[in-house]
């Protein structure tokens, strides 16, 4: 197997032969990717931004989001939702809207994806993880802004377009290309490989070719972390720390909450075959397939204090010696706690300070396959035919279980520095293997071990087929005619299984003690104490769950199956005049939606039901482009779009047993349409180079929120009906605005630089009854994802033998999501990223790329109505540093 390298193209100088016998000189490099990108922006007569696979090879870009990060109006996040950075950026939105109402297509088609973390599993279903798509194998992305009626339907914001490369796109017959390289991942000190490879040919009448491409990608991931957020809970009058703390009562204080350290081996593998079939100019088929697999096995080893929950009403706790506790009440915080652990408590027995839960997936995986069949023929002169059919299949399918261990009651103490600073916890015996305290329901047996978790596989497969015309007229001023029809049907369903304590689990003397190990030194760099506590090594763990637990018992309460076919048409006509040009048209869609889950019934126990749902859009589009001069191009766009809401929104269900609260699903949820206006001007003042400012609005009629409710659902731990307080989605309205400016210049001597800039104003504007924009008191009606200000600057140089790039992204702070009880907001974040190449002769290359380099913190803080800002998490990744060597034949 060859391994592919994008990046050393961009060095590469290339004689070919002409037919009158002289040399073309054929120059790629960073500064011809930057002239083609920018060509391609220029003769669109939409909204659109274009990076090439010159752009993507020539930054440590390993997969496709980290390319689109750096382009205006487009905002990314290292997770699929709430559970922090991995370190690679895995979703992508446009103009400050949440992920799923960002279209991704490849090549033009639908693609499913999969998740590998349980919570996106059960909640996601539409946003496509890009950790599953390797930048060596794009062609070209196309980011489209605004909308026309020929674009598949389901981004309200707009569409991104994944391009892989063509067999028949190449100049020469035969080609191939490798990249054979490490990855070393400063927090977990491993070095592992990174293998790439394409092999391209085509016959000499370029009526034939086909195209291998293969990737195999390791990355040891090491993440230091806290996480506060597990559980803030308000003091109860009358308890201990109410008598105990002025102003307590009331107070938000910390019932859990610790240190959190992740471990993860990611290892992404597939590969891609192309097969074109061109036997005249009237007549093409192309047959793609593509399969890429993420193996994320992984552990989160989770130290946390647990003072404020033992001293809650549901313990007795009345009589636990007021004078070994004092503390003090900030804005409606606990901000700090301490407390003793008096001789001759007697409750004390019964209580834990701390405990120590491991968390394993020993399986952890996502999957995206795709087989497309496209086909063109050109009936007459006017008339040409366009067709696509194809399957598409993801995965998501995670086995997680806990070890679960409660420690004596040592008592300690915390204290709040800050909301974008780590908590200071401090547990006696932290550093110490010792086990006792609360009886988790194992009698007789004081700190018992515990578990729980469950096997979760999301199916997702959509069948689709579409035809597609172009007709070409005899008016001058409409050249062009285009029309189209396409079936679709989606289907996504959703098996949970539950993990079952087998005899001996509760016994701590089957505890895998030669599995005993500490937390690294990575904390410090994170500012918050935990080297050196004890937890278990994932191997023991996961080798005391195969021996104690089970999975067997499905949850029927988890589980659901959707059925979603829709049909489309449109009809879509280019016109244009000298310096003038656009299209218009309108594209009709019908989606039926039919949504089956368990529920419980009268009689108690759990019940399918079915809910069917339809409608229809029709989503019209206009588009101008005026050449003011010859340098100069104005653009106007409106449009109406539509997303159907994320699968998960509308059937899945997360419940949080202890807490007694939950997210689920609302069958009933309406599509979020966009009606959305683009103003715009491009002044292309010199070769290479771009100064533009584009504003932009769009009414969201259905976006959805989330309000307050109650439901009865089985609570696995209490093992019977309860009522939960539940978030739950439901539609309203919203609104985003805002101004994109951007500027690139090639510069004399090789150099060049590049910079923009994108203000985003998004809300909530439909108080709906139960939200948080709702509200009575202190209404929060900000949108999910929006930052106000995101930026991007970058500078590079490049000449025949050598290369650098840098560059510094930055977004400010954004809601990540929303529950019932309280909001989580992350805070602002800025990463730096850079890359050198140096071109040793016309075959081989070597690079070496920075990701990371600033060690970001990603942190996130708690927002809940008469408190302070509560520090959520706090996450460190550290740097990654890629070494490569490449080859071209």
């Not at 023929?377 to 299949?393: C, P, Q």
């Not at 010859?630 to 419940?655: H, I, N, W, Y």
């Not at 140089?797 to 840098?806: G, W």
């Amino acid at each position: 197997m060859l391994v592919m390298s994008v990046a050393m193209q961009a060095q590469a100088q290339e004689a070919t032969k002409t037919e009158a016998g002289t040399q073309e000189i054929v120059v790629t490099g960073i500064r011809a990717s930057l002239q083609q990108s920018l060509n391609q922006k220029r003769n669109a007569d939409t909204y659109v931004e274009v990076i090439t696979a010159e752009d993507i090879g020539k930054m440590p870009d390993k997969n496709v989001a980290d390319s689109l990060q750096r382009i205006p109006g487009v905002s990314v996040a290292a997770a699929g939702g709430g559970e922090g950075s991995f370190g690679e950026n895995d979703r992508v939105a446009l103009r400050g809207t949440p992920f799923g109402l960002t279209l991704t297509t490849l090549n033009g088609h639908s693609v499913s994806s999969g998740d590998w973390f349980a919570d996106n599993i059960v909640g996601g279903g539409r946003s496509v993880s890009f950790s599953l798509f390797p930048s060596e194998l794009i062609g070209r992305v196309t980011v489209h802004k605004g909308s026309q009626a020929s674009l598949l339907e389901g981004g309200a914001e707009g569409v991104v377009d994944i391009e892989t490369r063509k067999p028949l796109d190449f100049k020469k017959s035969f080609n191939a290309q490798a990249s054979i390289g490490l990855v070393n991942s400063s927090n977990s000190g491993k070095s592992d490989p990174q293998i790439n490879g394409l092999v391209a040919w085509k016959n000499d009448t370029s009526t034939m070719g086909v195209l291998v491409q293969a990737f195999h990608e390791k990355r040891t991931l090491s993440r230091a972390g806290q996480e506060n957020q597990i559980w803030w809970d308000k003091v109860d009058a009358g308890t201990p720390i109410a008598n105990a703390v002025p102003g307590a009562a009331g107070a938000v204080t910390s019932y859990l909450g610790g240190t959190a350290w992740f471990e993860q081996v990611r290892t992404r593998e597939g590969g891609l075959i192309d097969l074109q079939f061109k036997p005249s100019k009237d007549f093409s088929l192309d047959l793609t397939a593509f399969h890429s697999h993420l193996d994320a096995p992984n552990v989160n080893h989770n130290f946390m204090q647990s003072l404020g929950r033992f001293l809650a009403p549901s313990w007795g706790t009345n009589g636990y010696p007021a004078g070994a506790i004092s503390g003090s009440v900030n804005q409606g915080v606990v901000s700090n706690l301490t407390v003793a652990n008096p001789a001759g408590c007697v409750p004390c027995a019964g209580y834990s300070s701390a405990v120590q839960e491991i968390f394993s997936r020993p399986v952890a995986e996502s999957q995206s396959d795709f087989l497309n069949l496209d086909g063109s023929f050109r009936v007459n002169d006017n008339l040409t035919l366009n067709g696509k059919i194809g399957s598409t299949k993801g995965l998501g399918n995670t086995v997680s279980g806990a070890m679960g261990i409660w420690m004596p009651w040592t008592g300690g103490s915390y204290t709040v520095n800050g909301s974008d600073k780590a908590v200071t916890y401090v547990t006696p015996g932290a550093d110490k293997f010792s086990i006792g305290g609360f009886n988790n329901g194992a009698p007789g047996t004081p700190g018992a071990p515990y578990t729980y978790g469950s096997h979760v596989t999301a199916n997702d497969k959509e069948d689709y087929a579409q035809l597609d015309g172009i007709y070409k007229t005899n008016l001058a001023s409409i050249p062009t005619v285009k029309f189209g029809l396409r079936a679709a049907n989606h289907k996504r369903d959703l098996s949970s299984i539950g993990n079952n304590a087998l005899p001996g689990l509760s016994d701590a003397a089957n505890l895998p003690m030669s599995g005993l190990t500490a937390f690294p030194s990575i904390f410090s760099d994170l500012g918050a104490n935990g080297a050196g506590y004890w937890t278990f090594s994932q191997g023991a763990v996961n080798a005391w769950l195969a021996k104690y637990t089970s999975y067997t018992g499905h949850l029927l309460q988890n589980e659901f199956s959707i059925k979603e076919p829709t049909q489309s048409a449109y009809a879509m006509a280019d016109f244009g005049s000298e310096g003038f040009s656009g299209n218009f048209g309108v594209r009709v869609v019908r989606t039926s939606e039919e949504v089956t889950r368990n529920e419980i019934g009268a009689s108690g126990s759990f019940e399918p039901r079915t809910y069917k749902n339809s409608y229809t859009d029709f989503l019209p589009s206009a588009n101008f482009r005026l050449d003011v001069t010859k340098d100069l191009v104005a653009r106007f766009g409106v449009s109406r779009t539509m997303a159907r809401p994320e699968l998960g929104q509308m059937a899945g269900l997360d419940l949080r047993d202890v807490q007694g609260t939950g997210n689920g699903g609302n069958p009933n949820l309406k599509p979020i349409r966009a009606n959305t206006v683009d103003l715009g001007v491009e002044w292309y003042f010199a070769p290479k180079s771009m100064l533009s400012a584009d504003a932009f609005f769009s009414a969201l009629d259905g976006y959805v929120t989330y309000g307050a409710s109650s439901g009865t659902f089985y609570n696995q731990i209490q093992k019977k009906n309860t009522v939960y307080a539940m978030s739950t989605p439901i539609n309203t309205q919203a609104e985003v605005k805002g101004l994109e400016l951007a500027y690139v210049q090639s510069l004399a001597g090789g150099f060049g630089v590049n910079a923009n800039y994108t203000y985003t104003l998004g809300k909530e504007t439909g108080q709906a009854p139960g939200s948080k924009c709702g509200a009575l008191v202190a209404p929060d009606c900000t949108l999910i994802g929006t930052s106000k200000n995101a930026y991007n600057l970058g500078a590079f140089y490049e000449n025949d033998k050598f290369s650098a790039r840098i560059t510094y992204s930055y977004r400010s702070g954004f809601l990540n999501g929303t529950s019932r009880n309280s909001a989580a907001f992350q805070n602002e974040i800025g990463t730096l990223s850079a890359s050198l190449a140096y071109q040793i002769n016309d075959t081989f290359s070597i690079t070496l790329d920075g990701k990371d380099l600033n060690n970001p913190l990603v942190s996130s803080v708690w927002k809940t109505p008469g408190a302070a800002d509560l520090p959520a998490s706090l996450y460190k990744n550290g740097r990654q540093i890629y070494l490569s060597l490449h080859a071209k034949m």
